[in-house]
Structure formats: structure tokens, C-alpha cells
């Protein structure tokens, strides 16, 4: 309840450029964009392609979670040795985390259609609990290692936070999302391989300089969403463990997916 009121802050202050986080802020984010249409506003994770008139000073930065999924599957699919491999996410009744699970079933089948992957989601609870369910995630995560999956690709808050670290507690390897969780969670960083990631610092150096250029009359801001790119994190302590030829098809897969070369298949919208 106080999303407009903190963006106001700024707004009233004459900041040029407010960026908001999280898919809880977008009707703050339109709403703020259409009362100071001064200040461009840049919503991260937010849709903003859908359901309204386009504010010309507002633009949502989204990624496709579907190519994130799609690259955590292809490396655990090329990494197990079990032929077991999973995912914990949080509730499917948020488009984003069905393109997550979906992609990581298509990267996996995509690498090895022989490898059994298994998708979890937490639907028992509401969409806040969803994300803030460390106990679920640890019980299922070591569900998971019980009936014999070695490597595990977690998304969703604590939910999915817990559910790499009891993996890795287990003898398990994990997989982490959108930012590098080697240093976020580091009683995991000797069992997780790679994080995959939403490249956000660059994308909104990138926007911010947009809005920069259409203050000054010279560009036009982009509006609608603005799809960032997604990337690899280092391997940091298992880098020695990965060999060469995985690493390598990991970055082609990564070109083909940004070029289109390669499509996950995954089709899953936010609804209007």
C-alpha cells in the first residue's frame, strides 16, 4: 500500500529516472507514470505490454525466464549423473514461474530426452506464501534427492533459496536463477554449478541512457516491455569440474537462444 507513495518521492523531487522492482509494483508504475509524465520510470519484472494505454515515459524490463529455464535444464541434463534432474519453483499460477519449469523440461529434453526431469511448484498456499516457504522447499527438495535427482534448479525467494541449500546439505548440485547465488547463498557455493542470469545491471544502464537521449530530444523512449538479455555466471569452485566441451555448449546455447536460432517452445503469457 505504500508503492505509490514512495515512487511519489521521487517523482515529486524531479528525479528523471525512477526505477521500480518487482511484479507487485506495476499498477504503482502505471499509475505514477501517468501523474509525472516528467520523469521516466523503468519497472523491472514487471509487464507492462498488456491491459493498458502505453505510457510513452514507462517501459517494463523483463526477461524470458523460459531461456533461463531452458539453460539450467541443458546443463544439469549434460552434468547428471543419476539421469534424474529437477526443479523446485514457486506457484504456476504466475506465468513467469510456468516458463521457468517449462523451459528447464525443454532444455533437458533438448540435451538428453533420456534424463527423467521432475518440476515441482508450490501450489498449496497464496502467491505471498508462495515465495516465503523455506520448509517446503527443503522437504521437497530432499523428495527430490530421495528418489535419486543429483542436480537441482531452484527458483522462488526462500522457497527456492532452502531448496538448494538442503540439496547441496544432501551430496546434491544445484542451479541457481536470475542473479549469481554463489555469493547470496554460500553454504551452497561448493555444490552449485552456475547461476543463470538476468542481465540487469547492463539493461538498465542501457535504458538509462534511452531516457537520457529522449530528454534531450534525440531518441524516442521505448515503451511496452523491453526484453533484457540472459547470461551465465561463472563456475567458480566447480569450474575444474565442468568439462571444456560443457562449457562451450552452454555459451552456443546461449548465442542460439538470444539469436532465435533456438526456441524453447515455451509459450506462456501473463494474462491481459
Known amino acids: 500500500r505504500d508503492y505509490e507513495e514512495n515512487v511519489s518521492v521521487f517523482a515529486e523531487a524531479g528525479y528523471d529516472v525512477i526505477v521500480t ?42 526477461f524470458a525466464e523460459d531461456q533461463i529455464g531452458f539453460l539450467a535444464g541443458a546443463l544439469a541434463a549434460m552434468m547428471s549423473q543419476t539421469g534424474k534432474v529437477g526443479a523446485v519453483c514457486a506457484s504456476d499460477a504466475l506465468p513467469a514461474m510456468q516458463r521457468y519449469g517449462q523451459g528447464f523440461l525443454a532444455g533437458v529434453a533438448y540435451i538428453n530426452s533420456s534424463v527423467e526431469a521432475t518440476v515441482t511448484y508450490h501450489n498449496e498456499v497464496d502467491l505471498d506464501q508462495t515465495f516465503d516457504d523455506p520448509e517446503w522447499g527443503a522437504a521437497t527438495a530432499n523428495a527430490l534427492v530421495d528418489s535419486g535427482t543429483d542436480i537441482i534448479f531452484s527458483i522462488g525467494g526462500e522457497t527456492g533459496n532452502n531448496a538448494i541449500v538442503a540439496a547441496v546439505a544432501r551430496g546434491a548440485y544445484a542451479i541457481g536463477a536470475d542473479t549469481d547465488q554463489y555469493y547470496a547463498l554460500p553454504v551452497a557455493a561448493p ?31 521505448p ?14 569452485d566447480l569450474a575444474s569440474t565442468v568439462p571444456d566441451e560443457v562449457k562451450l555448449r552452454m555459451d552456443e546455447l546461449k548465442r542460439a537462444l538470444q539469436s532465435g536460432e533456438i526456441q524453447t517452445g515455451v ?6
Open 21 to 62: 522492482v518487482g511484479s507487485a509494483m506495476s499498477e504503482a508504475s502505471q499509475s505514477a507514470a501517468g501523474s509525472y509524465p516528467d520523469s521516466y520510470f523503468i519497472s523491472l519484472d514487471q509487464d507492462q505490454s498488456t491491459g493498458q494505454d502505453f505510457n510513452p515515459n514507462l517501459v517494463g524490463l523483463v
Open 223 to 236: 515503451s511496452g516491455n523491453y526484453e533484457g538479455q540472459v547470461g551465465l555466471s561463472p563456475y567458480h
Open 191 to 221: 555444490h552449485l554449478y552456475v547461476s543463470v542470469l538476468k542481465l540487469i545491471d547492463p539493461e538498465i544502464a542501457e535504458l538509462i541512457k534511452m531516457a537520457r537521449e529522449a530528454q534531450a530530444g534525440n531518441a524516442v523512449f
Open 267 to 272: 509459450s506462456i503469457t501473463n494474462p491481459g
